[in-house]
C-alpha cells in the first residue's frame, strides 16, 4: 500500500503523491485527505463515466474549469525569517555574558584581597616563611578557581537553554506558517473546486437544452428561428459561456467548417446580432487566431 492509497485503489496516472490525491479529492468534490480509498474511486469512476455521456464532454471540461478557477484566487504565503543557531547564540551570549564576566572579574579581586589580608597579617605576627600561611594562601586560590569554573558552568547552561527555547519558539512559528498556508490553499482549491462545479454544471445545462432543442429541429425539420423556445439562454449568458470555453475550443468556435457548428454558429448569431456576434469574436479569439466570417464551434443546439 502507498503512503496515499488503501490497498485495492489505484488512482489515475500522474497521481503519485498524497498533494496530488488531494487536489484531485478537491475536484471530485470528496473529503480531501490524501488518500485513495473506495469513495474516492467511487467518485472518479462516476465522473469518468460522466463524463463520457451523450454529449460527449471531454474528460477534462471539469479539469480546465477547476484549473481556471484556482487561477482567480491569490493565495498568500506565510513566511518566518527565523535567525540561524549561530546568530541566536551570539544575540544570548551579548546579553549574558558581561554580568558572567563582571562576576568572574569580583570573585578573584575578592581572592586575591583574601590572600593580602593573610600576609600582612602573617607579617605582623612574624609568620612571612609559614608553610601554614602558604597553605592557606592556596586553598584561596582554588576556592576562588573553583567558583570562577561555577560561573562559567552556570554561563554555559544558561547560554544553552535560552538558545534551545529560541529555537524551539522559530519552530513553532515555521509549523505554524505551514499549517496556516496549508489552510489557505485547501479553502483556495475548495472554493475552485465550487466554482468549478458550478461551471460545469451550467455547462451541462446548456448541452442538455442544445440536445434537446437539436432534436425538437430534427424532428420537425422546421428553423431554429421558427421556435421561440429555441433560444434557452439570455445573450449575456452566451457570452459567458464562450468565454469559459477553452482557448482550443473558441478557435474552433470560430473557425470550424462543420455542419453541425455551423448550425451552432447560427444559434450564436442570432442570439447576440452581427454587431454582438463580432464584438464577442473579437474578445473571445486570440489575436493570432482570428479570421473573417461566422464560422467554428458552438456546443450547444439553440
Excluded: C
Excluded at 15 to 26: A, G, I, L, T
Excluded at 227 to 235: L, N, V
Excluded at 264 to 293: F, I, N, T, W
Amino acid at each position: 500500500m502507498a503512503s496515499y492509497s488503501l490497498t485495492g485503489y489505484t488512482p489515475p496516472a500522474g497521481v503519485d503523491s498524497r498533494q496530488k490525491v488531494k487536489e484531485y479529492q478537491s475536484r471530485l468534490g470528496v473529503t480531501v485527505d490524501g488518500i485513495w480509498g473506495p469513495k474516492t474511486q467511487a467518485a472518479y469512476e462516476a465522473s469518468t463515466a460522466q463524463n463520457k455521456n451523450a454529449w460527449s464532454m471531454p474528460a477534462s471540461i471539469y479539469g480546465s474549469y477547476y484549473d481556471q478557477a484556482l487561477s482567480l484566487f491569490s493565495v498568500p504565503t506565510v513566511h518566518v525569517n527565523a535567525p540561524s543557531r549561530a546568530e541566536i547564540e551570539s544575540d544570548v551570549a551579548a546579553s549574558l555574558r558581561p554580568a558572567t564576566d563582571q562576576a568572574i572579574e569580583a570573585r578573584r579581586t575578592q581572592g586575591e584581597a583574601n590572600m593580602a589580608e593573610l600576609d600582612a597579617d602573617a607579617a605582623s605576627r612574624g609568620m612571612g616563611a609559614s608553610t601554614y600561611v602558604t597553605s592557606v594562601k592556596e586553598r584561596e586560590m582554588a576556592s576562588t578557581e573553583r567558583d570562577v569554573a561555577l560561573l562559567e558552568s552556570n554561563y554555559a547552561a544558561a547560554l544553552s537553554e535560552r538558545v534551545a527555547s529560541y529555537l524551539q519558539y522559530y519552530a513553532n512559528l515555521e509549523l505554524q506558517a505551514q499549517m496556516q498556508n496549508a489552510q489557505m490553499q485547501y479553502n483556495a482549491q475548495n472554493a475552485a473546486a465550487s466554482l468549478a462545479s458550478q461551471w460545469y454544471a451550467a455547462y451541462q445545462s446548456a448541452n442538455a437544452a442544445s440536445s434537446a432543442a437539436s432534436t425538437v429541429k430534427r424532428s420537425t425539420g422546421g428553423s431554429a428561428k421558427d421556435d421561440t423556445a429555441y433560444f434557452s439562454m439570455t445573450p449575456s449568458e452566451y457570452e459567458d459561456f464562450v468565454m469559459r470555453m477553452g482557448q482550443e475550443d473558441r478557435i474552433l468556435l470560430f473557425s470550424s467548417d462543420a455542419t453541425r457548428w455551423k448550425e451552432s454558429r447560427e444559434e450564436l448569431y442570432d442570439a447576440l446580432g452581427s454587431s454582438g456576434y463580432a464584438s464577442l469574436k473579437a474578445k473571445a479569439m486570440p489575436r493570432q487566431s482570428r479570421v473573417v466570417g461566422r464560422t467554428g464551434i458552438w456546443p450547444m443546439g439553440k
